[in-house]
């Protein structure tokens, strides 16, 4: 995780967080154009997210229904006016992603499949969001209408050669996607928080609900070839999972979804 120290001013933030804000040392760590994310180092620390209106509320509402299980940060406020803001506690630790983790890539592979399959067989009938596959298809169906995906990643994307090979696969395939798990949404080794190999929470669960296992499982296997640079972790992987517990078959629909992801 990034932190870029950054002078603010405060007036351009809503009252909620100026208590927060006042003295305190202020760090840029976003990782993404779609929202904004600063680092308050005061107290314990505590991150606050910027985003349009209306963008953040399933984050907010995930992210304390993943503190109640004891696996996300504590939500101190959440504020949609212009925009939305959302302001969590620190989670101590360092994410998957820290130098220390990936120079023990096999115990960190061998961690991040054992967390996964945690986080999956947890009771998830009480999930505010029960429709993360509705929600799932629905979004790839309207970003191949708008042509809103990352054409530079043909030839050859997820293992398609184009939009309409992939296209033709949800369109048969799609309806084959359970609600069989409690999904992070986006389950990458930046997301995940390790205090000394032991997970103490995770981050961004703006995607997730309750859905079908092998969004995370595909995540987990890309995750793990980008930042590692190697193919050599997915058997590794899906053998620490379960191999019982992966259908292929999926995986390669859940890979057309992501296409347009």
Known sequence: MKLTPIEINSCEYPKEFKSFLSGAKIYDSSCSPEARVIFIDKDGGYFLKSAPKGKLEQEAVMTRYFHIKGLSANVLEYVSEQQDWLLTEKIYGDDGVAAKHLEQPKRLCDLFAERLIMLHELDFSDCPVQNHTTRYLENAEHNMRTENYNKSNFPDS????????????????GNLLQNNALLHGDYCLP??????????????????????R?????????????????????????????????DEDILRIVAAIEVFG
């Open 158 to 173: 997820f293992g398609y050669k184009n939009a309409e090979e992939a296209w033709a696969v949800v369109e048969t395939h």
């Open 191 to 212: 997301n995940i928080i390790l205090n000394d190999w032991n997970l103490s929470g995770f981050i961004d669960v703006g995607h997730a609900g309750a859905g079908d």
């Open 214 to 246: 092998h969004v995370d499982i595909f995540s987990g296997i890309w995750t793990l070839f980008f930042n590692l640079q190697t193919h050599n972790f997915r058997r590794r992987f899906l053998d620490a999972y379960g191999r019982t517990k992966v």
